[in-house]
């Protein structure tokens, strides 16, 4: 095997693929402006609901708890009340989505809080919107508990308490969102730039020109896929690089840590490109590799746990991401990026994407027929 062949095919693909800028564009450009958007439009505490607060009762007591609504719409700004006189056009504001949720506060509410009949609150949501539901319940629930604290408290309390640590500073949701932008921009290149682009050439006939060539098929895959690993490792790293300082992740030009990333987004990128081109091997029809994009980005991207944790999948889906390439480099990219571990931590998922380098590679190399 020659691999001055092999690295003839490399520059060819490269040189190619640098005078496309739409595809760099595409293949660096899309991953950032998903991860400044994303990272901001989840994850962030919810703000700013209407609330409807619908007081049927009208005593002291009640007034203590519309004070506490105006308290927390004054500091946390959770919610913004306001008020309806009747609970059955409440309800059809809530319905209309004039509101987000209801505060019924129910008659004789006063009265029974103060002969000991334990007085229940309504908190009527809008569970279309699970969010904000969420939000505002656990907002609620929280009000509650200081209406039912006492005003001084008890010499022996005899209670049990919780006290949490968190082992890492504050992880804001870019940070969080970022290993899976790095993949995203490594698989994407090796899409549109190694997929994309193989069947292009070969729909146009360009690769006629090898099969009279004495190149092999071992160097035919051998350059195509350096150059997608190029590629993908240039798209990855500048993700890398830019999102990091986007995020403000700290400490990371560490010359350690950025060789570990490094290693991560070497082997990343074989495991995707070598699938591409495993996926690739036997397709001539230009339209199919466009046409299942969005089918490999949902079954690849969203099972990794880049966007939410892989513990709230049900069974069915965290056996995809077993078998996904994707969850082990988002894996490997957030415990190197936000707990700045060592590669001891993710020994596992760099064992797993050279096993999937391997055979992805080598199936692509069977598959491929050196023939029209």
């Known amino acids: 095997m020659s691999l001055t062949r092999a690295l003839a095919i490399v520059e060819r693909d490269l040189r190619k693929f640098r005078r496309s800028p739409s595809l760099l564009v595409a293949a660096l450009l899309l991953p950032l402006v998903q991860l400044v958007i994303l990272g901001n439009a989840f994850g962030g505490n919810i ?8 007081n049927l009762d009208h005593g002291p007591a009640s007034v203590t708890v519309r004070e506490r609504v105006l308290a927390v719409a004054a500091n946390a700004k959770t919610f913004l009340p306001r008020d309806y006189g009747d609970e059955g056009v409440a309800l059809a504001a809530l319905r209309d989505g004039e509101v987000g949720a209801l505060l019924v506060i129910p008659v004789n509410y006063s009265r029974d809080l103060l ?9 009527i949501t809008d569970n279309t919107d699970r969010a904000v539901a969420g939000g505002v319940g656990a907002t609620m629930a929280a009000l509650v508990a200081s209406l039912n604290a006492p005003a001084v408290a008890p010499r022996d309390p005899g209670q049990v308490g919780l006290d949490v640590v968190e082992v890492y500073p504050y992880i804001s949701y870019m940070k969080y969102l970022l290993p899976g932008s790095v993949t995203l921009a490594i698989f994407i290149t090796a899409m549109i730039g190694g997929g994309i682009l193989y069947i292009d050439d ?17 160097e035919l895959i051998l350059g195509f896929n350096l150059a997608g690993v190029i590629k993908g490792v240039l798209a990855g790293l500048v993700t890398l690089v830019a999102g990091a300082m986007i995020a403000g992740v700290p400490d990371f030009f560490n ?4 060789g570990e990333l490094l290693l991560v987004t070497v082997l990343t990128s074989i495991a995707l490109i070598g699938m591409m081109f495993f996926i690739m091997a036997r397709i001539n029809d230009p339209l199919v590799p466009r046409a299942i994009f ?7 991207f969203f099972p990794s746990g880049a966007i939410y944790p892989i513990a709230g999948f049900p069974v069915w889906l965290r056996w995809i991401s077993v078998v996904d390439p994707f969850s082990y480099a988002v894996h490997a990219f957030r415990s190197l990026l936000l707990k700045q571990v060592g590669l001891v931590a993710i020994t596992g998922d760099l064992w797993k994407l050279a096993l999937t380098s391997v055979l992805m590679v080598g199936g692509a190399t069977w598959l491929f027929k050196r023939t029209l």
């Open 115 to 123: 002969t000991g009949q334990h007085p229940r609150l309504a908190l």
């Open 47 to 54: 703000r700013n609901v209407e609330l409807g607060v619908v």
């Open 255 to 258: 010359p350690v840590r950025l």
């Open 202 to 218: 070969k729909s146009r006939g360009l690769h006629e020109g090898y099969l009279v060539t004495p190149i092999t098929k071992w």
């Open 294 to 300: 969005g089918v490999l980005n949902t079954l690849l």
